[in-house]
Nanobody
Framework: QVQLVESGGGLVQAGGSLRLSCAAS????????MGWYRQAPGKQRESVAV???????NYSDSVKGRFTISRDNAKNTVYLQMNSLKPEDTGVYYC?????????WGQGTQVTVSS
């Protein structure tokens, strides 16, 4: 089993920054993908940023240039640096880890951006 523990969410004013962390523990072998998703109230969960094992990254158009995903392999931890936050970034952010063929999700951390 793999456990994902997220931290770093909170309340911030528009234009501010937050840094999310997701630490993975348990039976971790080769991680294929680590990433972040979010779900706003009344909307479907969407991909925000992902990083594949080779280091390549992909961002949603709505966060490009503002968010940065990074990873500490020694700590099995993935980060999401969020700058220039907007009210529309509000939602529950979920960490995602793929160790093929299994997919794991964190419990979610709330991010609220006030205008």
């Amino acid at each position: 089993q793999v456990q994902l523990v997220e931290s770093g969410g909170g309340l911030v004013q528009a234009g501010g920054s937050l840094r999310l962390s997701c630490a993975a523990s348990g039976s971790i072998s080769r991680i294929n993908v680590m990433g972040w998703y979010r779900q706003a109230p009344g909307k479907q969960r969407e991909s925000v940023a992902v990083m594949i094992s080779g280091g390549g990254t992909n961002y949603s158009d709505s966060v490009k240039g503002r968010f940065t995903i990074s990873r500490d392999n020694a700590k099995n931890t993935v980060y999401l640096q969020m700058n220039s936050l907007k009210p529309e970034d509000t939602g529950v952010y979920y960490c995602n880890l793929v160790i093929a063929p299994r997919v794991y999700w964190g419990q979610g951390t709330q991010v609220t951006v006030s205008s």
